[in-house]
């Protein structure tokens, strides 16, 4: 878990600095092309970039209390944030209890790194079905506006407080 909390740093700052040196050529590009932009066209290609409205600068979901997903999870509050995305205490209405759901970035390296973790956690949750090894219980995932959920039991600490 060491090495992988430095992957995701990694692969969180390359990410960054890619994204900067994009945004920087743009700009410059942008600047000897013909003349300036509408203010029409540059509203519409600001909500195709961040998700329709949907993400901030950085891709992650905009998270709004009260929100309703998927006619299940009703968004309490947002609990943490990181590298990968952020996640948010919701209320499953089917299951009757608080979950935790990790949003992950709406990026497509985000994505598959998610994918990998999701698959480890399945994988690990089906040989530890009397919990005996304490891992953590991913209950389901979805997608939802673009970014990978998963829903995990809701525990009292993360493990950067330990």
């Known amino acids: 878990t060491v090495d992988l909390i430095k992957t995701y740093k990694h692969i969180n700052d390359v990410y960054y600095a890619k994204r900067k040196r994009r945004a920087q050529q743009q700009t410059s590009t942008s600047a ?3 003349g300036p932009a509408t203010e029409d066209s ?8 961040n998700n329709d409205g949907y993400d901030d600068e950085n891709f992650d979901y905009i ?6 997903w998927h006619d299940r999870y009703e968004i309490d509050s947002l609990i ?3 590298s990968f995305g952020q996640v948010a205490k ?3 209405s089917e299951e009757s209890e608080y979950v935790a759901i990790k ?3 709406n990026k ?3 994505y598959n790194q998610a994918l990998v973790e999701l698959r480890l956690l399945e994988l690990m949750n089906r040989y530890d079905p009397e919990q ?3 891992i953590v219980r991913l209950k389901r995932h979805f997608m939802f506006r673009n970014h990978l959920c998963l829903v995990f039991e809701l525990l009292s600490y993360n493990l950067f407080d330990l």
Do not use: N, Q, V
């Open 32 to 34: 000897a092309a013909a």
């Open 90 to 92: 919701a209320y499953d």
């Open 108 to 110: 497509k390296p985000f």
């Open 132 to 134: 005996k090894y304490y």
């Open 80 to 82: 943490g944030k990181g």
């Open 42 to 49: 540059s509203r519409k290609s600001e909500r195709r970039l």
């Open 63 to 68: 998270i709004k209390p009260g929100e309703r």
């Open 103 to 105: 949003i992950i970035k």
